[in-house]
């Protein structure tokens, strides 16, 4: 089957007119489809309402113990739920999921890393018979950043990563499989102030020379080693870019060549 593998981040989310925008497209969007959702956002502000001061080394969370309950409530109830109706109202039948749900996805507390992330997962095994069963029956599972550790442990987990683990377990099960990462951007830019300075197609030896020039940088490094984990496996295509030209009948966008 052809399924598409959508992952909408926190700038987006956080933007009641941009979300509704989003959704309306993918909600338009034909085939079967998934949609992953980030949050990072939303889970600072909610943090910081609660009193619990958010910690950050190198743009990555540290998620302690009160970490964790914001980010369980905030992925997995609030913006996980808030999707799914809105999704409901524009005709698409969602499932709101997380990780730990039908097993999708089984992580490992992160260790050996200088600094102690608490309660990170790092994914080991996607399970795609959940979702496609899903998507066959025409529900749109809608998957929160959060897994578990087959030990009753939750784990916040990049949603990003959950995006590429899920696209090629798909791939893996002979799906035909389209990743796409919508942010604010229209893809990766030269200059990350001008939309017009677009890299249309990015292959291994220019994202090597980019991160060297520094032209990519922060949240773009993880997301574009995502892209290209996703494409040296078993995804078809990958692209970066803007809701409206991503989810168009023809992406505009960056797309990731492979080795
Ligand atoms: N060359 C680049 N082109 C586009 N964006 C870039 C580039 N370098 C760094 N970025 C940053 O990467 C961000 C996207 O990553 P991230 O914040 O993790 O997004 P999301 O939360 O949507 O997953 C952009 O908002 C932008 O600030
Ligand atoms: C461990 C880890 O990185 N968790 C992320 C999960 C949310 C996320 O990835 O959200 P965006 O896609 O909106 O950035 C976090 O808590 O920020």
């Known amino acids: 089957m052809k399924i598409s593998v959508i992952k909408v981040g926190g700038n987006v989310i956080n933007d009641e007119v941009a979300l509704s925008f989003f959704l309306e497209q993918f909600s338009q969007l034909e085939g079967a489809k998934v949609l992953v959702h980030g949050g990072g956002k939303l889970a600072t502000a909610m943090a910081q309402r609660l009193g619990i001061e958010p910690k950050m080394v190198d743009g990555r969370r540290i998620t302690d113990a009160d970490t964790l309950e914001v980010v369980t409530m905030v992925y997995g109830g609030l913006v996980n739920k808030r999707i799914v109706a809105q999704l409901q109202a524009k005709g698409t039948n969602a499932i709101g999921l997380t990780g730990a749900d039908a097993n999708i996805i089984e992580a490992d507390k992160r260790t050996g890393w200088e600094i102690d992330f608490g309660f990170v997962g790092d994914v080991r095994k996607a399970n795609a018979g959940p979702i496609a069963n899903l998507a066959k029956e025409g529900i749109t599972p809608v998957i929160a950043?959060?897994?578990?550790?087959?030990?009753g442990q939750l784990l916040n987990t990049n949603a990003d990563t959950m995006a590429q683990a899920v696209a090629v377990a798909l791939g893996q099960?002979?799906?035909?499989?389209?990743?796409r990462y919508c942010f604010e951007k229209a893809g990766v830019?030269?200059?990350?102030?001008?939309?017009n300075s677009l890299v249309?197609?990015?292959?291994?030896?220019?994202?090597e020379q980019f991160k060297a020039e520094g032209v990519v940088a922060d949240g773009m490094l993880p997301k574009l080693k995502n892209a290209f984990d996703a494409i040296e496996a078993s995804v078809k295509e990958v692209w970066l870019g803007k809701v409206e030209g991503l989810l168009a009948n023809t992406p505009k966008g960056t797309k990731i060549i492979g080795e």
């Open 145 to 151: 950043p959060l897994t578990h550790d087959k030990k």
């Open 200 to 207: 249309e197609e990015l292959d291994p030896q220019k994202f």
């Open 173 to 179: 099960a002979g799906h035909e499989v389209s990743l």
């Open 189 to 195: 830019l030269l200059d990350i102030n001008d939309d």
